[in-house]
């Protein structure tokens, strides 16, 4: 199914970016040290601590004892639906904006049909480690709203924000991960330098990716302006989060900078920034990790959606029906971090992960 035309300039799909596709086995390569949880049961950030592994090397997880990938139906190269939300509001103003009632549904649906949250930095860099049966999906958040966290008076998120929602649903189910990637712009969630917001997000298992300083359009900027843009806001992240990393960028717009390079790796000034996974606006199921299609230089997101309006049939209910129905082959976990399960005759993975590949 081919997007409409202004869907296809926003994603710049599947097309391999020369300086990027140069640095795919590098990212793919980075991996990362294991979550710790809170008492609370939420899980860690460890996403904004991690560094790769050694370049060429695919890095695997501890071994865990392995489910039969027949049983399951383990298919580790199938797609994997990366959300994208921005304004989760009473009363709708845009296509991108979704009801807190639908945002909540949304969620219900995906706990129901086993899919586990993982964070963009874990999915770009194949830290996919989830029961056996599950499938991924990224949940991925634009703009940094108030709608979508702020602290309450106790300290904790609000429970009318995303955050507040998502943590809700995984009270009531507990194998459905509460970790989000929120990309963020200066001043996020309304706080200045994101001095409160960020430490609590990072502490509660989110990620904090970047979003540029000012939501800048990097396609009409200068190459030394989209630089900057990208690396000022992975300094004002810093700042709030010292010591971590900020592993991933979703382009504003989903417009790429010129070189398409710069938005993976850059320097401005003495802030350098690298990328393991560059995020688009849509406007469909992304590749496995460990498929040959994988480009971690310009990874598809679905744009929530109900299942009528505008471009409905490139929103999630309608992506992920297909998902669900067989339509569009879907990742499901084999329950192993250290190896890759896949259908004999389906798609192997890419030849770096050749060691760890098991048909069946």
Same mark, same amino acid.
């Given at each position: *199914?081919?997007?409409?035309? /202004?869907? !296809?300039? #926003?994603?710049?799909?599947? +097309? %391999?970016?020369?300086?990027?596709?140069?640095?795919?086995?590098?990212?793919?390569?980075?991996?990362?040290?294991?979550?710790?949880?809170?008492?609370?049961?939420? @899980?860690?950030?460890? $996403?904004?601590? &991690?560094?790769?592994?050694?370049?060429?090397?695919?890095?695997?997880?501890?071994? &865990?004892?392995?489910?039969?990938?027949?049983?399951?139906?383990?298919?580790?190269?199938?797609?994997?639906?990366?959300? *994208?939300?921005?304004q989760i509001v009473t009363s709708p103003k845009s296509v991108y904006d979704r009801t807190p009632e639908d945002f909540r549904a949304e969620l219900e649906r995906l706990a &129901?049909?086993?899919?586990?949250?993982?964070?963009?930095?874990?999915?770009?860099?194949?830290?996919?480690?989830?029961?056996?049966?599950? /499938?991924?999906?990224?949940?991925?958040?634009?703009?940094?709203? #108030?709608?979508?966290? &702020? %602290? =309450?008076?106790?300290?904790?998120?609000?429970?009318?924000?995303?955050?507040?929602?998502?943590? =809700?649903?995984a009270r009531t189910h507990p194998g459905f991960r509460p970790v989000a990637t929120m990309f963020v712009n200066a001043d996020p969630f309304g706080d200045p330098g994101g001095?409160?917001?960020?430490?609590?997000?990072?502490?509660?298992?989110?990620?904090?990716?970047?979003?540029?300083? $000012? /939501?800048?359009?990097?396609?009409?900027?200068?190459?030394?302006?989209?630089?900057?843009?990208?690396?000022?806001?992975?300094? *004002?992240?810093?700042?709030?989060?010292?010591?971590?990393?900020? =592993?991933?960028?979703?382009?504003?717009?989903?417009?790429?900078? #010129?070189?398409?390079?710069?938005?993976?790796?850059?320097?401005?000034?003495?802030?350098?920034?690298?990328?393991?996974?560059?995020?688009?606006?849509?406007?469909?199921?992304? @590749?496995?990790?460990?498929?040959?299609?994988?480009? @971690?230089?310009?990874?598809? !997101?679905?744009?929530?959606?109900?299942?009528?309006?505008?471009?409905?049939?490139?929103?999630?209910?309608?992506?992920? $029906?297909?998902?669900? $129905?067989? !339509?569009? +082959? !879907?990742?499901?976990? =084999?329950?192993?971090?250290?190896?890759?399960?896949?259908? +004999?005759?389906?798609?192997?993975?890419?030849?770096?992960?050749?060691?760890?590949? +098991?048909?069946?």
């Amino acid at each position: *199914m081919t997007p409409p035309r /202004h869907l !296809r300039e #926003k994603t710049v799909q599947h +097309r %391999l970016v020369p300086t990027v596709a140069a640095l795919a086995a590098l990212l793919l390569a980075a991996t990362a040290c294991g979550d710790d949880a809170h008492s609370d049961g939420t @899980p860690s950030a460890g $996403d904004a601590r &991690r560094q790769p592994a050694a370049a060429g090397q695919p890095a695997a997880p501890p071994a &865990r004892v392995p489910a039969d990938p027949a049983a399951v139906g383990a298919d580790e190269t199938g797609a994997v639906p990366v959300l *994208m939300y921005h304004q989760i509001v009473t009363s709708p103003k845009s296509v991108y904006d979704r009801t807190p009632e639908d945002f909540r549904a949304e969620l219900e649906r995906l706990a &129901r049909e086993k899919y586990v949250p993982v964070t963009a930095a874990e999915y770009a860099s194949g830290r996919i480690d989830i029961p056996a049966g599950t /499938h991924p999906v990224v949940l991925t958040f634009d703009d940094s709203s #108030k709608s979508q966290f &702020r %602290l =309450d008076p106790g300290g904790g998120a609000a429970p009318d924000t995303a955050v507040g929602i998502l943590l =809700d649903v995984a009270r009531t189910h507990p194998g459905f991960r509460p970790v989000a990637t929120m990309f963020v712009n200066a001043d996020p969630f309304g706080d200045p330098g994101g001095r409160k917001t960020l430490p609590w997000l990072h502490d509660h298992g989110f990620e904090v990716g970047n979003h540029t300083r $000012d /939501h800048a359009n990097l396609r009409s900027a200068t190459p030394e302006a989209a630089t900057r843009q990208i690396a000022e806001q992975q300094a *004002m992240i810093l700042a709030a989060l010292p010591g971590a990393t900020v =592993d991933t960028l979703a382009l504003p717009f989903g417009a790429e900078p #010129k070189p398409a390079s710069l938005a993976a790796k850059g320097n401005s000034g003495t802030v350098a920034y690298e990328h393991r996974g560059v995020f688009l606006v849509g406007a469909n199921p992304a @590749p496995s990790p460990f498929a040959p299609t994988f480009d @971690p230089g310009a990874v598809a !997101r679905i744009r929530s959606a109900p299942a009528t309006g505008e471009d409905a049939r490139y929103g999630s209910t309608a992506w992920l $029906d297909q998902l669900a $129905d067989g !339509r569009v +082959r !879907r990742y499901t976990s =084999d329950g192993d971090p250290t190896t890759i399960a896949y259908p +004999r005759g389906g798609t192997a993975p890419a030849a770096a992960y050749t060691s760890r590949s +098991r048909a069946y």
